[in-house]
């Protein structure tokens, strides 16, 4: 492997002067640059987020609009039927509960607005209740509407696409080689079939990752490069927050520095993409969460997760003022 130096000189003029993407080899050696280097790393990982997606951050709020009670055994997720979790089954929302929330959102400021449920897909009742809340929260608060329920199919991805959904945000979690170790309901492979369906009919793909579920470093590569395949325009980076209940209960959290040497290295290996904290950056990172934001993040989820508690928007708000970075809307961003 070359130096530490000498390799981050070759990945600056891939990624500035000749604007390629790196290879899976040249995203390995950055991989297993010493500790000593992360600073480093994640200052030219900044530095990249600039050149390609400018200074911009876009902030979202997500609401659990149907929650716990789903089939499947993600072994990560409360949210499961199958796991003794501290979180209770709540029937899906009223349209007038999902306006008051994402009036809240856009208060903040925000210009994007995620509606969550807690299915392996949806069905007929949920396909109606989505095709008449996604335009009316548009209509009402201005935000663009952003969708996550699940598998779907043809049909389905054309009229959530018809209804005016933004996104449709559809998560690989984890590399091929490691999914069966934790999920066994459904395959990888059905979710990437998703993911294709989204972007067919025309919605833009958020697709993000789960670290921290005993994946290798090789297999955080190898989904990196299925990442890229897959062509999302948002890539949410979550850390796990193990949930009591669930099988990955008693995992360790990743470490911090971890952490940042992985966000930089998301942003190297995908440059264009809008890179979102996502749940777990909180109890991962703790006052380390201002060098995330310098080390290629460029998009917030503010306020509290799915089955989890975020820290207050004010304090998100707080930082990126302090960082002089400005909202607003990021949308293919080259």
Same mark, same amino acid.
């Given at each position: ?44 990982? #900044? ?112 009229? @959530? ?19 069966? #170790? ?18 067919? #009919? ?62 930089? @290295? ?69």
């Amino acid at each position: 492997m070359p130096a530490t130096t000498e390799l981050l000189d070759a990945v600056r003029r891939a990624l500035l002067d000749d604007r390629r993407q790196l290879t899976l080899e040249e995203l390995s050696d950055l991989a297993a640059v010493p500790d000593a280097d992360d600073g480093a790393l994640a200052a030219l990982a #900044h530095e990249v987020r600039l050149a390609w997606c400018g200074d911009v951050v876009e902030v979202e709020g997500i609401l659990s609009a149907k929650t716990g009670g789903c089939p499947e055994d993600c072994q990560f997720c409360s949210q499961s039927a199958r796991y003794e979790s501290p979180v209770r089954a709540v029937p899906l929302l009223a349209h007038d509960e999902v306006v008051a929330a994402a009036v809240e959102t856009a208060a903040l400021g925000a210009s994007e607005f995620c509606l969550v449920y807690a299915v392996r897909g949806p069905d007929e009742r949920l396909m109606a209740h989505l095709e008449e809340v996604v335009p009316l929260v548009r209509r009402e608060t201005g935000l663009n509407v952003a969708v996550s329920a699940g598998i779907l199919d043809d049909d389905q991805a054309g009229r @959530l696409a018809a209804a005016g959904t933004h996104r449709y945000n559809h998560n690989l979690e984890t590399a091929r080689s490691h999914f069966p #170790h934790i999920v066994t309901t459904h395959t990888w492979e059905e979710r990437f079939a998703t993911c294709e369906l989204v972007r067919r #009919h025309g919605m833009e793909l958020c697709c993000g990752v789960l670290l921290g579920m005993g994946e290798s470093d090789e297999q955080r590569i190898e989904l990196l490069g299925q990442l890229r395949d897959a062509g999302p325009a948002e890539v949410p980076l979550n850390f796990l927050d193990p949930r009591p209940g669930t099988p990955l209960a008693g995992r360790p959290l990743v470490a911090a520095r971890e952490a940042i040497r992985w966000i930089s @290295l998301f942003r190297l290996a995908l440059p264009d993409v809008i890179l979102r904290y996502a749940g777990g950056r909180e109890v991962t990172l703790g006052d380390l969460q201002e060098m995330g934001m310098t080390a290629g993040i460029n998009a917030l989820i503010v306020g509290n997760y799915l089955t989890t508690l975020g820290r207050s928007p004010q304090e998100d708000l707080v930082m990126l003022d302090k960082l002089r970075m400005p909202m607003g809307s990021l949308s293919q961003v080259i």
